[in-house]
Every structure is written in C-alpha cells, then in structure tokens.
C-alpha cells in the first residue's frame, strides 16, 4: 500500500523542475499586470497559486519518501490547500494577498536561478563548503573535502558525482569494523530558501529602501551565520557518530538501511530541523523591529491560517504611517 502511493507521488516528482519555474514566471507575470491592472493581475496570480499547490504536491515525494524530513514533510503536505485556500481567497477579493503573491514572486525569483543556474549555484555552495571546513578544522574534525554527492556511508565509485557539491569525508578504520563517513554539501544547506523568504516580505511592502536594506542585512546575514554553526554541528555529530540515539528506534520510524544513518537523522531531521523553525521566528521579530511594514504580511498569512483579523502593530507597540514611516 504504502509502496504504491509512493510511486504515484514519485511518478508526480518528474514535473518538479518544470513547475518551479512555470511558478516563477505566472507570479512575476501576475505581480507585473497586477501594477497596470489589478483584476487582470488577480487572475494570473490566482492561477499562480493553484501551480504553486501542484508544485508542492510533486514535492512530496522528495521530503516525505526521499529526505524522510519531518518538518518539511508536513510543511509541504499542509502547504497544498493552503496554497489552493489563498488563491480561492485572492479570487474572491482579499486584495490584502495580493501583496503576499508579490512576496512570492521576489522570492522564487532569487531563490530558482540561484540554485539552478550554475555559475550562480556552484560558487555559493564552495563557498558554504570553505566556511564549514574552516570552523570544523577549528573544532578539531579531522576530514577531508571530496567531490560529488555519495550519502549517507561509503563512497562508491559506481555513482558519479556530481561535481557542483561539496562532501565532507570522515575515515575511522579502527571503529566498528571501519567505516566510511561522507557529508554532503547541497543547494539545501546553503540557507538560501530563508534568505530568499525574507527576501521576498521585505520587497513586497512598500517602505523606505534605507530601512528595507537594513532588515534584509540583518536577516540575511543570522541566517548566513547559523547555515554555517548548522552544517558544523550537522558534520561534526554525523561524521563522528555523537547522536547515535535509541538507534532501532530511529531506523524503524525512519525505515534507514544503516546504523550509520541514525546521527545524522537526529542531528538534521529533528534537532537541526526544529531549531530552525524557532530560528525563522526569531529572525521574523528581528526583521519587524526593523521593517514594522511586514507585520501586515505576517497578519494576512495568521488569517489564511485562522480565518480572524489580528492587530499585532498594536500588540507589539510599533505602528507604520501611511507614507511608509514609521511612527515614533
């Protein structure tokens, strides 16, 4: 049973790459006409939304049977009607989403060239990949940086790598029998997806650029900083084998092949994961403090989720002028 719904999301996982950016191209073009003529816009961005919902149902397969990650399994799963839930709301007059479908729109367009296009993509993931080695080697970690993509154990020559990633690969023949540790730097542990968020709340509201730049420098800049302490720990507790936590346990819920799987499942799909949520937060107030503006994205996204207006200017104590300042 089981199998057979995986292969049906699995066959559903081909068109990923073609809707991601079919989704880029209907919101630009949606958040483009919606400046010139705002019910024209609406329609493109409503059907914006409904690819956007497919787009997340050929992403199932990846986070759910493939990464087996929690948190962005059901992240991915929720965001299906979601997704259909503010196109309906858009379609029948909730102008308010129509700055969120801007937000979208600068987000997809940084986050999908950056990590497509390679002469963007590969330099950011050298660079993430020289940045962890340097605090690793700090640490004390002894390892050594290799090409390609070979996870979660040995290296196997039969798998050609792919060459823009980066590994970290940790040998201890004297342990268990030896074995073989590899740590993979990919597009997803550059950080870029929440950079890429904030990326687009900031530029979907409309407030001095002074302030605007301010907010996307410090939020772009923690996050930078905690991608980089979250591949440390990740690398470091994975290739030394520090989480090896009520193992059968989580080779069961996890269905791995390995013991040596277990570290890195605990270090990255549940502690990493779930501080990173607390981390979005975190990051969302400090991006506030700076840009009161985004708290009218923040409200819009708590209605779509609860169906009841908030007022959290006035639950924070900050409030934006109409002109964009903000009030002292």
């Not at 630009?28 to 006409?33: E, R």
């Not at 687009?200 to 420098?217: D, F, M, Q, S």
């Not at 507790?237 to 277990?262: K, N």
Request: with cysteine.
């Amino acid at each position: 049973m089981l199998s057979g719904v995986a292969g049906v999301f699995e066959w559903a996982h081909q068109w990923w790459a073609v809707l991601s950016w079919l989704v880029m191209f209907v919101f630009l073009a949606g958040a483009v006409v919606e400046m010139y003529d705002r019910e024209w816009g609406r329609y493109l961005l409503v059907g914006g939304w409904v690819v956007l919902a497919l787009f997340w149902v050929s992403s199932i397969y990846q986070f759910v049977f493939d990464q087996k990650s929690i948190t962005e399994g059901i992240a991915v799963v929720a965001a299906i009607p979601l997704s259909l839930y503010v196109g309906y709301l858009l379609a029948t007059g909730r102008d308010r989403l129509l700055m969120i479908s801007r937000g979208v729109a600068v987000a997809w367009l940084i986050y999908l060239p950056l990590s497509t296009v390679p002469f963007l993509r590969d330099p950011l993931i050298a660079v993430v990949t020289d940045q962890t080695a340097v605090v690793l080697s700090l640490i004390g970690a002894d390892f050594s940086v290799v090409a390609g993509n070979n996870f979660p154990a040995d290296i196997s020559l039969a798998e050609p790598p792919q060459s823009y990633h980066q590994s970290f690969f940790f040998q201890f023949p004297e342990r268990n029998g030896g074995y073989n540790i590899v740590y993979t730097i990919k597009m997803a542990c550059t950080g870029v997806g929440s950079m890429a968020i904030f990326g687009g709340l900031i530029a979907a509201v409309r407030a001095p650029l002074k302030r605007k730049l301010k907010a996307l420098a410090a939020a772009v800049g923690i996050i930078w900083v905690l991608n980089i302490a979250r591949n440390v720990f990740i690398a470091y507790t994975f290739g030394y084998q520090r989480l090896q936590v009520f193992p059968d346990a989580v080779m069961s819920a996890f269905g791995l092949q390995t013991h040596l799987e277990v570290s890195y499942i605990v270090a990255d799909r549940i502690i990493a994961q779930f501080l990173s949520v607390a981390a979005l937060v975190g990051i969302t107030y400090i991006v506030v403090m700076q840009l009161p503006e985004v708290l009218a994205i923040v409200e819009e996204g708590l209605y779509v989720i609860t169906r009841k207006e908030y007022d959290l200017q006035k639950a924070l104590g900050v409030g934006v002028r109409a002109d964009g300042g903000v009030e002292e």
